[in-house]
């Protein structure tokens, strides 16, 4: 597995990671995570080169399937944690309260029997009121609290939106964005196509030359440019040119394809 080193913190990080959202569930329609193909899954990745994993689940039932995986080999890997995603119901909730974010984060260390987060990210901020209530709220002072501890190692941020990135990137704590970057979204198609064409280039270029890494999601548009019916260009991209659109942005360091 081919690796881009990290301009701002020199991490070599796998040029695709793992997305979490949707991991295999144990029939059609249900909402039961497959709990041993994911361990499989976990294990197949890693062995294989996958060093990057974003935590941001539908489901509670993957952090200790992690926890196990990684069992011996919490070194090879880096954990995309979000201040923010709250599991207390088994299920992904949003969240910009404090005392339900620690909780949660607790909740996910002790599921993936770890003592440290890689990157602790600001949780899908889009809307200025958003991150406005996280910011009052006091879950960024949070995060710099635990990065000063050491808990955390790294600050991130995950968005649709080029303006919020550019506004947490003002303030010089960012090491990762994460980003939604296809050429549906790029090119003005798609609910999370936010921003004009020129907007979201500058912030990927801005990124690059701060050695803020982007971490990309959504690379397939949710599935929806792999299918001709549902692709906004009326013909089905690959998964590979969908990959690689986004590997030859600048500032990108890792993709990471959701799993099913």
Same mark, same amino acid.
């Given at each position: ?13 796998? %040029? %695709? ?40 689940? /539908? @489901? ?43 909780? /949660? ?23 200025? /009121? ?22 955390? $190692?790294?600050?991130?941020?995950? /968005? ?14 960012? @090491? ?23 907007? $979201? ?58 799993? $099913?």
């Amino acid at each position: 597995m081919e690796q881009r080193k990290m301009k701002g913190t020199e991490e070599m990080v796998s %040029l %695709l990671g793992l997305g979490c959202m949707r991991f295999p569930h144990e029939t059609p329609g249900s909402d039961d995570i497959d709990v041993e193909k994911a361990e499989k899954m976990i294990d197949y990745a890693i062995k294989h080169g996958v060093n990057y994993f974003d935590m941001a689940s /539908s @489901d509670a039932a993957p952090f200790p399937a992690f926890g196990r995986a990684i069992r011996g080999r919490r070194e090879k890997v880096y954990f995309q944690i979000h201040f923010g995603a709250d599991y207390h119901t088994g299920k992904y909730g949003w969240t910009t309260k404090l005392e339900t974010i620690k909780r /949660s984060v607790d909740w996910q260390l002790k599921a993936l029997k770890t003592d440290y987060i890689d990157f602790g990210f600001i949780h899908c901020i889009d809307e200025p /009121s958003d991150l406005k209530k996280y910011l009052e709220g006091g879950a960024l002072e949070h995060i710099q609290e635990l990065k000063k501890q050491g808990v955390v $190692r790294h600050i991130g941020l995950s /968005s649709h939106t080029p303006a919020i990135v550019n506004r947490l990137l003002d303030t010089g704590i960012l @090491d990762m964005v994460m980003f939604s970057i296809n050429p549906a979204y790029d090119y003005r198609q798609g609910d999370y196509a936010i921003g004009s064409v020129d907007e $979201r280039m500058a912030m990927y270029r801005r990124c690059e030359a701060e050695g803020v890494g982007i971490s990309v999601m959504k690379a397939f548009g949710g599935g929806q440019l792999l299918n001709a019916k549902t692709s906004p260009f009326k013909r089905a991209l690959t998964e590979y040119q969908c990959i690689q659109y986004a590997l030859d942005k600048p500032g990108v360091v890792t993709v990471l394809p959701g799993i $099913r």
